[in-house]
């Protein structure tokens, strides 16, 4: 019933969004303090947060109105470092997932450090170019 729920209330954003999505065509990434799939109350908006505490889950959900090019993704967490050997940049966590609907993907990390990290989105066909892109940070509580 959970999975339902779940499945009706992206849906309804999705329409209620519809002609963002179509007059952007671009890749839509929601990072939110709350499971996006699962909110207490139809009335509640998913909204964009960027900041977020230590250990606390970080859900993210992505949307690609052309859909991913193959059925395995692999998300990153990156994180902005001036000790950090490339450019100032480390990869704190890279998976590798299967999806199962061609057009959004969601899930979620904990981050034990504070700082700024972005997280990027690639299909598994092409690890060089980014789907989605977005940046938040991790403080303390």
Known sequence: ????????????????????????EKPVLILSAKNPLVTENFDEKITENSVFKINSRIYFLVYLPDGFKSNYIRYQIVKQDDNAHE???????????????????????TLSQTGKYYIQIFDIENLHQWRAFGGFRVVEE
């Open 1 to 24: 019933m959970k999975k339902i729920i779940s499945i009706l209330i992206i849906l309804t954003f999705l329409q209620a969004n519809a002609f963002i999505f179509k007059k952007k």
């Open 87 to 109: 450019g100032g940049y480390s990869r704190v966590r890279a998976k590798n997932v299967r999806i199962k609907n061609k057009h959004t993907y969601s899930d979620y990390f």
